[in-house]
């Protein structure tokens, strides 16, 4: 099971860091992602980290903006957004899937295991 928070209403420049919690003992060997959904939208990447943090991705609508990041000791993966913008206005969704060391997926079909998603709004 996968639990976002962090979510909520910020204006234009400001920051937010969102959280997604995993239950169970083996978070540690997934790969984890963000994804977003705007409405009338596709859902679409935003950032993966691999099962230890060595590789990461983003989608070039948030390079330099966002950073995603792992606690596999507190199996939370975060994401750090800044300098946020209208257009970021979504509801965000973590996901997971079990991928070798290293390994890291931008598609939605890859991710197996998804959150409830919570809603960020950027006011301009």
């Known amino acids: 099971q996968l639990v976002e928070s962090g979510g909520g209403l910020v204006p234009a420049g400001g920051s937010l860091r969102l959280s997604c919690v995993a239950s169970?003992?083996?978070?540690?060997?997934?790969?984890m992602g963000w994804f977003r959904q705007a409405p009338g939208k596709e859902r679409e990447f935003v950032a993966t980290i691999s099962r230890y943090g060595s590789t990461t991705d983003y989608a070039d609508s948030v390079k330099g903006r966002f950073t995603i990041s792992r606690d596999n000791a507190k199996n939370t993966v975060y994401l750090q957004m800044n300098s946020l913008k209208p257009e970021d206005t979504a509801v965000y969704y973590c996901?997971?899937?079990?991928?070798?060391?290293?390994?890291?997926?931008?598609?939605?079909?890859?991710?197996?295991?998804w959150g409830q998603g919570t809603q960020v709004t950027v006011s301009s």
């Open positions: 996901a997971a899937v079990a991928l070798p060391p290293g390994r890291i997926a931008t598609m939605t079909f890859e991710y197996a295991y």
């Open positions: 169970g003992r083996t978070f540690g060997t997934y790969t």
